[in-house]
């Protein structure tokens, strides 16, 4: 019944031969096929099941990945019963999100869930106080922090390259790119719009490199004007014909996040807005010693009395399957060494709250506390 997806793998890396990691899917639409594409790089997992409420993408699990057709369900505590996984990969909206992963962990499996982690931070507590009872391994899939981008300013800050950090600038901002596809427009599903769906990426990313504070304040609005307008969908856009009639999510959020050691976060994040540039995804940072900018990891600084900014002469692009690779590998090896995660459960929670208290700000329209 296992199938092992890398068992066409060739070199060092395929050959591994010790206990393999048993994983099941839970949810096989777009992101777990990135998943199950990383998968391929890590020869410690089988695949064993997979688990979708739609047939079709249960179909394609067999055809595509080689699923057997009996180690395929529609309901996560079936396949748990039958399969018995080590493990459960959970690629569920967000809404879905809390219930499979309680529900795998309280059955004594590890699991990995999607970002966001859940609709609220009581979910994510839930979700962890289960892991925690069965003592298994639950990670957040964020894969910024993995980036190779990441990686050279995470290993300048620890050098003291910036000092104290105070500030942080962070966008997630599409001009005009509301997902067509999924259910991203429905606040019932999702938990929210771009703030929760992309601005995730971003937050998570600065919220490491600033060291993971505690955040204790937020403040923010949200607006939709677009996204709920039938004209609208007729303007050339990413994903063209989204769901207007469902479309209950904002179009733009903007927060702010103080931490208890005086550092403030700012977020602007949007799935349309009018903005001279689609897809812009990066912070930049301002400490007492010097500055950088995220995406192409340039640091500023103060040199020879003189103000330089340091360039990489290279650094990787985005590398879709390698960061997804770097993200199931830490947890894969959480799993089976023991070795520390780099994206736990309650960094998912702390990135929960911040999300949650823009929300919570937007919604009461005044600063609200973050506990
Ligand atoms: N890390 C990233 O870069 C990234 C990118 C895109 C999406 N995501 C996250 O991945 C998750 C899924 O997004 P997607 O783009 O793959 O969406 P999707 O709609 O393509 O896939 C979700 C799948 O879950 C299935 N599903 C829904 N309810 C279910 C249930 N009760 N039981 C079993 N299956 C169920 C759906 O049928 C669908 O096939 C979201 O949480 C999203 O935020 C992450």
Redesign the pocket.
């Known amino acids: 019944m296992a199938v092992s997806v890398s068992t066409k793998m060739e070199g060092k890396k395929a050959k591994f031969k010790g206990k393999k990691l048993r994983v099941a899917i839970?949810?096989?639409?777009?992101?777990?096929q990135?998943h199950m594409k990383a998968y391929k790089n890590i020869p410690e997992v089988e695949i064993v099941a997979g688990?979708?409420?739609?047939q079709e993408?249960l179909d394609g699990m067999h055809e595509n990945w080689g699923i057997p057709k009996n180690a395929l369900f529609?309901?996560?505590n079936v396949m748990l019963k039958k399969i018995k996984p080590d493990a459960v990969d959970v690629?569920?909206?967000?809404g879905?999100?809390c219930a499979?992963v309680v529900d795998a962990c309280n059955f004594g499996c590890h699991a990995m869930v999607?970002?966001?982690m859940a609709m609220t931070p009581a979910e994510c507590e839930k979700m962890i106080a289960a892991a925690k009872k069965k003592n298994v391994k639950l990670s957040v899939?964020?894969?910024q922090r993995y980036r190779d981008n990441s990686k050279a300013l995470l290993q300048a800050r620890d050098e003291g390259r910036f000092g104290n950090i105070m500030f942080v600038k962070c966008q997630a901002l599409r001009r005009r790119g509301i997902?067509n596809?999924?259910?991203?427009g429905q606040k019932d599903l999702?938990g929210g719009g771009p703030m929760i769906?992309i601005g995730v990426?971003i937050l998570e990313a600065a919220w490491d490199f600033m060291g993971s504070p505690k955040p204790v304040a937020a403040s923010g609005n949200c607006w939709t004007y677009i996204g709920n307008k039938e004209e609208k969908t007729k303007v050339r856009s990413s994903w063209p014909n989204w769901d207007y009639k469902t479309y209950t999510v904002e179009d733009l959020a903007i927060g702010q996040i103080r931490f208890d050691n005086g550092a403030i976060l700012q977020i602007e994040s949007s799935f349309a807005a009018h903005i001279g540039q689609n897809d812009i995804m990066n912070f930049t940072a301002m400490g007492t010693e010097g500055g950088c900018s995220w995406e192409d990891a340039v640091i500023y600084t103060d040199m020879h009395d003189s103000m330089f900014n340091m360039t990489p002469a290279y650094i990787p692009g985005v590398d879709?399957t390698e960061m997804?690779t770097r993200k199931l590998q830490n947890w894969v090896d959480g799993c089976l060494k023991g070795t520390p995660l780099r994206a736990s459960g309650e960094i998912g929670l702390g990135v929960q709250k911040m999300l949650d208290g823009i929300y919570r700000s937007a919604e009461a329209g005044k600063e609200v506390v973050i506990k």
Do not use: M, S, Y
């Open positions: 839970i949810g096989c639409g777009g992101i777990a990135a688990v979708d409420i739609l993408r529609k309901d996560w690629c569920t909206p967000n879905v999100h499979p999607e970002k966001p899939g964020f894969q997902p596809w999924g259910v991203f999702q769906d990426h879709w997804f």
